[in-house]
Each structure stands twice: as C-alpha cells, then as structure tokens.
C-alpha cells in the first residue's frame, strides 16, 4: 500500500503556480526540515535498511545497514552494486521477480564471517508492490543471531520435557511386561533343565514293564527334541527381548538432537529415494512430479539420513499446499563451494505477514499442524553450515532452495587479508 501524502504536500501541489519568491523559500525550509526528520528516523532504526534502483545499485543505506555489513558510518555506498555489498544475494532472480509483477516477497537467511560471525535475516519486496516492470527493491536486514539462538534453545528445551515424559511413560509401559517375561523364562528356563535331567535319568534306567524297549527309546528321543524346540524358542525370546531393551535405549538417546555424520553422499541419490518413499502419497492425492536433477553432480559431504528428514518435511507441506494436479518439481544443481536442491510446489503461495513467521515453533497454517516442521528443516540445514532461501508468489507456489557446503578446506589468507 502507498504511503499517504501528507496535507502539506497536497497544499502546496495545488497552490504551486501562485507561489511567490517568499513563499518558495519558506516551502523549501520546511521541506529540508522534514528531510532531516525523516533522515534522523532511518538511521536510528536499530535495523538495516537499504533501497536499490532497478538495476541493483544502492539508492539509501541506513546506519544499521551499515553496522551489520561492517561498514564505516560515516562512509557513503550509494550507487554500489548491492552484489558487492552481499554477495550471498542473487540479484539476477530478484530482479526478474521484480519485473514480472505481482506480490513477491523474498526472505533468506545467510551467515556472515564480516565484521563478526553472525546470521543475518534477509526480507526483500519489489518498491512497486505488485506492478509488473523494474522498479528496485527495499532490502530490510536484521541480526538474527541471539534471537535465533534463544528461539533455538527454548524450542529444543520444550520439545525435549514433552519427548522426555513421553519417553518415560513408553519406557515404564514396556519396561513392565518386559521384565515379567524375562522372570518367567528364567522360570522355562529352570523347568526345562529339571526336565532334561529327568528325562537323562530315565534313560539310564532299564525300560518300564510292559514297555517295549524300542517304544521307550522313541518316547524319549521325542522328548528330547521337544526340549531342544523349547530351548531354541527361549533363546529366541531372550534375543527379542534384547532387541526390545535395545529400542528402548535408542530412542531415549534420540531425544537429544544428534549432530549430522557427514560424509561423501549422493544428493540426486538421495533425493530420488525420498521421491520414491513418497511417491503412493503423491500419486493418491493426484500430484504430478517433476525432477531436474543436475547431470554429473559431484558426492556432496553431508548427513543423508539427515538431508532425507528434511526433504520428507518440505515435500509434505509442499504436498499439502496444493490441490489435484499441483506439480512438485525437485531440482538439485552445484554452485561455488557446495551443492543445493530445491522443493517447488503449485500452491497459493505465503503471505506477506506470515513469510517472517515461517521458522518460528509452533506457528502453522493447517489445522492439525505441529508448527515443528520447518523447525526441524532450520535445525538440521543450521547444523549442516548450509542456509535456507524461500521465494514465494501468492497464487503461484513457493520454493524452498537449500544449499550445503562443500567438505572443510584449508584455504590460503590472500595478502590483502593478512
């Protein structure tokens, strides 16, 4: 929405062919008064604020702007390409979101290594609104590091008490019956060999009368097989109830979220598995998959079981954004030091309001959501050094790209750096 003018502007519009010398000079000292008013407010917001022209050059920088890219504020970036000033932006895509039109909003998030390590939140709309043609973007940033942090921690503290005493009660229910059947078969157990010593007793024992000698060697050669039977089935108990004990175990350390074991995977590999694990859920709800899997793709370093967690979440939400005959389209592609997929769906976008929500706990659209999702998705993406971008056009679907880093290199410091 446009911002009104206010009713001095309109005044003076409407008597600008009577105004005299006088009038002129008082109308550009309130003018220059209300610039300093409206400078002074865009440099004390606490975020940055920078506003390209259509071809990717700074127009206005705030101070803030300033601070998070680690420039000096005292220093001037106007008519910078704003590539050189963040170079994780693909300007080439917001531009051509800009010129063709409606309501597209982009948020990323990227790390930083300049003036410090931090994690900068990116939220980027076109000046024009919904108005097709190149008109420049307004770039909003802001320092997510300690909040995404806190957020971290409290979401993970609440989600580990909710998992800890739903662990504890599954461990109390199946701990019980579990240590009632391993008493009884130690109970089969002492049975069994009283009746082997038994039967071992009979057999050095001369026939009983009226027996014949041969029906009391079979009589005790199918006893004796019975108790083998018996024994190999008590081994068999003993070894599910190991298993058992062993699951147990294993979730209770699953609680804690685990650090992602990379190493050299197949990304198109791995996302071909997903797609086809998924695939009777996407043909039942009449959804059409299209993959563009890069050719020749190099072994990424990552978690693929990790990496599969996340591609199960966002096509899932992606799955249930759309509607019979949506399209999912899955592409995987390489760039500088690492490698990136990306989870396209037909459905009717996200919201201007909601796109700052998108990663917070608990916050969902659907109704029998968890709000967890997407959490999950930042977690393991964070953890793995990658980042998340999403783009989405309301009426028209939402991508969410992630990428993640190459294998650790030592890298040589240029003679600039040092």
Same mark, same amino acid.
């Given at each position: ?228 039977? +018996?024994?190999?089935? #008590?081994?068999?108990? =003993?070894? !599910? ?5 062993? @699951? /147990?175990? %294993?979730? *209770? ?17 791995? +996302?071909?598995?997903? #797609?086809?694990?998924? =695939?009777? !859920? ?5 959804? @059409? /998959?299209? %993959?563009? *899997? ?35 389209? /899955? ?88």
């Amino acid at each position: 929405m446009p911002p009104q003018k206010t009713s001095f502007v309109d005044k003076v519009l409407g008597r600008l062919p009577r105004l005299d010398a006088e009038n002129v000079r008082s109308l550009l000292h309130r003018l220059a008064e209300e610039r300093s008013l409206l400078e002074t407010v865009f440099h004390i917001v606490e975020d940055g604020i920078v506003v390209t022209s259509p071809d990717g050059r700074v127009q206005y920088l705030n101070q803030g702007a300033a601070r998070l890219l680690g420039l000096p504020e005292t220093s001037s970036a106007d008519d910078q390409s704003i590539q050189q000033l963040l170079p994780e932006l693909d300007w080439t895509k917001l531009s051509a979101l800009d010129r063709q039109g409606g309501v597209n909003v982009v948020r990323q998030e990227f790390e930083v290594a300049w003036p410090r390590p931090r994690f900068l939140r990116l939220f980027a709309a076109p000046i024009d609104g919904a108005a097709s043609g190149r008109s420049g973007f307004a770039l909003i940033l802001s320092d997510a590091t300690e909040a995404r942090q806190k957020e971290f921690e409290t979401v993970e503290s609440e989600r580990l008490q909710a998992l800890t005493l739903l662990a504890a009660s599954l461990a109390h229910e199946i701990g019980n019956p579990l240590n009632a059947l391993n008493i009884h078969l130690q109970l089969m157990e002492r049975e069994l060999r009283r009746l082997r010593s038994e039967l071992v007793a009979l057999r050095n024992n001369s026939p009983r009368a009226g027996r014949p000698r041969a029906q009391q060697l079979d009589a005790e050669q199918a006893a004796f097989g019975s108790l083998e039977k +018996l024994q190999g089935f #008590v081994g068999v108990a =003993r070894g !599910e109830i190991g298993r058992l004990d062993y @699951i /147990v175990r %294993q979730f *209770l350390q699953a609680l804690r979220p685990s650090q992602p074991r990379h190493r050299h995977s197949d990304l198109n590999a791995v +996302l071909r598995e997903t #797609v086809e694990l998924l =695939r009777p !859920e996407l043909e039942n709800r009449g959804l @059409i /998959v299209a %993959q563009d *899997l890069a050719g020749s793709l190099p072994q990424g370093f990552f978690d693929p079981d990790q990496v599969k967690q996340v591609l199960v979440n966002l096509i899932r939400n992606a799955m249930q954004a759309m509607t019979r005959d949506g399209i999912l389209s /899955v592409a995987s592609g390489e760039q500088s030091e690492g490698l990136w997929f990306s989870i396209a769906d037909t459905g009717g976008g996200i919201a201007q309001d909601t796109m700052n929500q998108l990663f917070k706990p608990f916050h969902t659209t659907k109704k029998k959501g968890s709000g967890l999702g997407l959490m999950i998705v930042q977690r393991i993406v964070r953890a793995h050094h990658g980042r998340i971008d999403v783009e989405s056009n309301l009426g028209r679907g939402t991508t969410f790209r992630i990428w993640l880093p190459g294998p650790p290199q030592i890298r040589l410091l240029s003679q600039e750096a040092t």
